[in-house]
């Protein structure tokens, strides 16, 4: 089964990388993780031979 690798980026903080089998989000899908919003903003290609797809999110609402 092919793995997916989610790219949580948010303005000053490190990326955080989560490994998922779910490939059902495209670009424009929101998502909530760990009770936050996230918006998928790019769907690329990745390095890792053992994931099939990076789905880049963004914060969808700014964090007070």
Known sequence: M?????????PGRTDE???TEVDSHRVGD???IRNRRWIVVAVEQSSDPN????KLLEPLEVEL
């Open 2 to 10: 092919p793995l997916y690798e989610y790219v949580l980026r948010q």
């Open 17 to 19: 990388h989560l490994i």
């Open 30 to 32: 929101t998502v909530e």
């Open 51 to 54: 994931v099939a797809e990076r």
